[in-house]
């Protein structure tokens, strides 16, 4: 797996793609919190805090996850170097497991420079450190965790297909709606009955509760949960070698 992992890696940052999907993003959260004239802009709306990011983040994440994950398998079957690879002792389980590690590992590094965006408004409040420290590193680690499930669902459409654009698609489809068509369904008036079991299946609702600072199991497991489910799909698909 560990071979997967750095395999993955080196060839996401060996060309100008993994940087300019990483750059876009980070340049986008930093339009959209520091220069964008939006009731997020942390210039102008007079509030210590970087609630922008954690509105932006997740949809920015929709179109940054699946590029970072559309050539997992797409390209491997494309290429013919999936059967090569298949002949490594190595499990379908172990195999998967190593691309989406490299996924989350390359959104944790997406990440990581948007701390510097906490510690710039932190240094700005009044007084210094005015900031509601334990709702941001919940928001933060709330936000990594929706990544994650992106990343098991960008996996498992790559799985599906020899085509990056396509997988590209389809992950972009299945994040969007487990994002919000859940919230879309709930709102449905001949739903009012289950519009709160309906909301609690898609992943903004777990979200949202992270992100209050508030770390709750629940929350925890249905993230797991949403990535279990993903990764042994896609497991499945590679068991079937229909290639």
């Given at each position: 797996m560990l071979y997967i992992l750095k395999k993955e890696l080196t060839s996401f940052?060996?060309?100008?793609?993994?940087?300019?999907?990483?750059?876009?993003?980070?340049?986008?959260?930093?339009?959209?919190?520091?220069?964008?004239?939006?009731?997020?802009?942390?210039?102008?709306?007079g509030h210590a805090n970087i609630n922008g990011?954690?509105?932006?983040?997740?949809?920015?994440?929709?179109?940054?996850?699946?590029?970072?994950?559309?050539?997992?398998?797409?390209?491997?079957k494309k290429?013919?170097?999936?059967?090569?690879?298949?002949?490594?002792?190595?499990?379908?389980?172990?195999?998967?497991?190593?691309k989406f590690l490299a996924a989350?590992?390359?959104?944790?590094?997406a990440l990581l420079p948007t701390l510097l965006y906490f510690f710039t408004v932190s240094v700005l409040g009044n007084p210094v450190g005015n900031v509601d420290s334990g709702a941001t590193w919940g928001a933060f680690i709330g936000l990594l965790l929706l990544a994650s499930c992106y990343a098991a669902v960008g996996i498992f459409a790559s799985a599906l297909t020899d085509?990056?654009?396509?997988?590209?698609?389809?992950?972009?489809?299945l994040c969007f709606f487990l994002y919000i068509g859940f919230d879309g369904l709930a709102a449905l008036p001949f739903l009012k009955n289950i519009n709160s079991?309906?909301?609690?299946?898609?992943?903004?609702?777990h979200y949202k509760s992270i992100s209050r600072g508030v770390v709750e199991l629940r929350d925890v497991v249905y993230f797991a949960g949403v990535m279990a489910v993903f990764i042994a799909a896609a497991r499945l698909k590679l068991r079937a070698r229909t290639w």
């Open positions: 940052f060996s060309s100008l793609t993994g940087y300019i999907a990483v750059g876009v993003f980070l340049l986008l959260c930093s339009w959209f919190l520091w220069l964008s004239p939006n009731d997020f802009n942390v210039l102008s709306a990011l954690f509105y932006i983040a997740p949809w920015a994440f929709l179109f940054l996850v699946p590029a970072i994950t559309m050539r997992s398998f797409a390209e491997e290429t013919g170097t999936m059967e090569m690879l298949l002949t490594r002792p190595i499990t379908d389980l172990r195999l998967v497991l190593g989350v590992a390359v959104i944790a590094l085509s990056q654009i396509v997988a590209f698609l389809i992950a972009a489809a079991l309906i909301a609690n299946i898609g992943i903004n609702e």
